[in-house]
Nanobody, 127 residues
Framework: QVQLVESGGGLVQAGDSLRITCVVSGRTFSAYTMGWFRQSPGKEREFVATITGSGGMTAYGDSVKGRFTISRDNAKDTLYLQMNRLKPEDTAVYYC????????????????????WGQGTQVTVSS
């Protein structure tokens, strides 16, 4: 049984930094691409970032590029999202997800390519 458990969300002020974490169990962590998505009320789930199984390749959504960094520690089965210079529009529930593949995919920004999801962690940025 694959489980993804996010943590580290909270309430911060605009301009602050926050790191959220996702611990994965039940499937070989290093064998799969991992991603972060987010969803705010009334909006569709939005791609944030993704990273290949080895950690050698990453991609970001346009709204977070240059501010957020995705990383992973395969020895700890853990995925991270470092969020800097946070803005009120970053407020959302953040979900980690495990893909059905290990490396790059032309469609790796699409949520339908991800098999397993965590329960989400709330990030709220006040102005």
């Amino acid at each position: 049984q694959v489980q993804l458990v996010e943590s580290g969300g909270g309430l911060v002020q605009a301009g602050d930094s926050l790191r959220i974490t996702c611990v994965v169990s039940g499937r070989t962590f290093s064998a799969y691409t991992m991603g972060w998505f987010r969803q705010s009320p009334g909006k569709e789930r939005e791609f944030v970032a993704t990273i290949t199984g080895s950690g050698g390749m990453t991609a970001y959504g346009d709204s977070v590029k240059g501010r957020f960094t995705i990383s992973r520690d395969n020895a700890k089965d853990t995925l991270y999202l470092q969020m800097n210079r946070l803005k009120p529009e970053d407020t959302a529930v953040y979900y980690c997800a495990q893909a059905s593949f290990a490396g790059y995919s032309a469609t790796w920004r699409s949520r339908v390519r991800y098999d397993y999801w965590g329960q989400g962690t709330q990030v709220t940025v006040s102005s």
